[in-house]
């Protein structure tokens, strides 16, 4: 893992936001619009430029989650994301 893909609060990575949105097709301006923050939010977040307050990263998590992401902690085989079964 390299700098800008440090661990942000709750154990979620950037990439993990990035691959999220990717997996269930959202935009950052969708992703923004069902997480209630403003899209250069998450691009900061994504781009690891800022260290995000946990209520925006429970907020990014639930918008994700609610679209059918599972994230994946870090378990020795790393980070990530897939589709909750049945998406």
């Known amino acids: 893992m390299n700098a800008r893909e440090k661990v942000i609060k709750n ?3 950037p990439a993990q936001i990035r691959a999220g949105r990717a997996l269930v ?3 950052q301006d969708d992703l923004a619009s069902a997480s209630g923050l403003p ?3 998450i691009a900061r977040i994504e781009l690891a430029e800022v260290n ?4 925006t990263i ?3 998590r639930t918008a994700l989650e609610n679209a059918g992401v599972e994230f ?3 378990n ?3 980070a990530g994301v897939r589709l909750r079964k049945g998406q």
């Open 25 to 27: 097709g959202l935009t």
């Open 72 to 74: 994946i902690a870090e």
């Open 52 to 55: 995000p307050r946990q209520s």
């Open 39 to 41: 899209k250069r939010t």
């Open 76 to 78: 020795g085989g790393g």
């Open 58 to 60: 429970d907020a990014i």
């Open 11 to 13: 154990d979620i990575i």
